[in-house]
């Protein structure tokens, strides 16, 4: 078989198109590895590798977009970044994310390289849930982020897990996502949320706990308090939710609600567990809410945008509006979103047995809903919900 571009455009490169380019156009990113760590031998400061893409039809397809394409290993964020940056041309021209691509355009892109795929052992520590040949349940601590990433490919959790198998199980983790340095991951957990999340061990298990989180058949279950009196008791957030309009430095790794062709159904129900009045000497009356929110999505940071959206921004989440808490006495108990993924099911991937993890929230969460109750507490009974007891907060 041989290399080259589809039908939509073709390819040119300052290497050997053969040996940046894989069968079907799409950039190779071992390829582009291979190529600056030549360059960077041959010299102190070695060129990028740039690819040119030339349209042979009308595409009318957004740049960022099409580039998601053609580039697999950079993510639509990442790319987003690269074109504000100007790595990317179209007509030898400065372009947008947004810039519709139209029969004869020249767009040219500097390759960045590509995350890498060795993953180091660390010994990080891990609270592991549930483990056997087949998959690992791990109680998430915050700070950490889940896979290695452009900017951080040591400290993950990946890292920690290839430290886990070397020294106690002997295991691994799937295949899955290696190329990207992402073994195992089928779902992921924003840096700062807590609690259950599920890697696979073996390919066959990852594709099929990935086919549940993608039929949406895999419960998932989060606390979150959040700032004010949340009401109704039972709440169904129905909002679609796409990237921020501005590409500015701080706005593009947020997402917002939007009515527009970027925004994509997302669907969280939220149900009041505990709302909370706290009279500090600093402040006077504050107002919060325990809830437990179900998704029936998985956008990228739906809770948190769906909250902010509704009024009630969660503790500590600066990004999306919500302030850290301090106790009377003025010291801080919790600065990062106060969100915990308390419980987790899904049917095993090979024998099918029925699986439900809880993970009791601790720590900081558990400090502020602690302290919390320390003030006036109104408790609400919600029907059809997990009792309060299964998160450690009966």
């Known amino acids: 078989m041989s290399t080259g571009p589809t ?10 198109a053969s040996d940046l380019i894989r069968p079907g156009g799409k950039v190779d990113p071992e390829a582009v ?15 990028l590798p740039r690819v040119s893409f030339t349209l042979q039809r009308d595409l009318k397809s957004r740049l960022d977009k099409y580039l998601t394409s053609r580039i697999t290993f950079m993510s639509r964020t990442q790319l987003q970044r690269l074109i504000d940056e100007g790595g990317v041309t179209v007509n030898d021209r400065p372009a947008k994310p947004s810039t519709k ?7 040219e892109v500097v390759v960045p390289p590509p995350p890498s795929s060795e993953i180091t052992p660390e010994p990080i520590p891990l609270d592991v849930l549930y483990e056997d040949e087949h998959l690992i349940v791990v109680n998430k601590r915050p700070d950490i982020i889940v896979h290695p990433a452009r900017a951080e490919l040591s400290g993950t959790m990946i890292n920690a897990l290839a430290w886990h198998f070397r020294k106690t199980s002997g295991g691994a983790l799937s295949g899955v996502g290696t190329e990207f340095a992402r073994p195992g991951v089928v ?11 599920v890697f696979a061990k073996d390919d066959h298990a990852h594709w099929r706990l ?13 606390l979150a308090v959040v ?16 990237p921020h309009p501005s590409r500015e430095k701080g706005y593009r790794e947020k997402c917002v609600v939007r009515h527009d062709e970027l925004g994509k159904a997302s669907v969280t129900i939220a149900r009041v567990r505990e709302r909370y009045r706290l009279h500090t000497r600093s402040v006077g009356d504050q107002h919060f809410t325990l809830l437990e929110l179900e998704l029936k999505t ?15 921004p969660i503790v500590g989440d600066d990004m999306y509006g919500g302030r850290a808490f301090a106790d009377d006495a003025g010291e801080t108990v919790i600065e990062r979103q106060a969100l915990h993924a308390g419980l987790l099911a899904f049917r095993h991937p090979i024998d099918g047995r029925d699986l439900v993890f809880c993970a009791p929230p601790g720590g900081d969460l558990r400090a502020l809903i602690d302290t919390l109750r320390t003030g006036a507490v ?12 299964r998160f450690g907060l009966g």
Do not use: M
């Open 7 to 16: 039908p939509d455009e073709s390819v040119s490169t300052n290497f050997d």
């Open 33 to 47: 590895r291979a190529a600056i760590e030549r360059a960077q031998a041959s010299s102190d400061e070695a060129e």
């Open 101 to 107: 691509l139209r029969l004869g355009d020249v767009v």
């Open 187 to 197: 779902h992921r957990l924003d840096r700062n949320t807590t609690g259950c999340i």
């Open 210 to 222: 990935g086919a549940q989180f993608e039929h949406r058949s895999v419960d998932k279950r989060y």
């Open 227 to 242: 700032h004010g009196r949340y009401e109704p008791d039972a709440d169904v957030i129905d909002a679609p939710i796409g």
């Open 298 to 312: 998985g956008r990228t940071h739906q809770i948190r945008v769906h909250l902010a959206w509704r009024g009630f």
């Open 378 to 389: 109104e408790p609400v009974h919600v029907e059809a919900t997990v009792p309060l007891s």
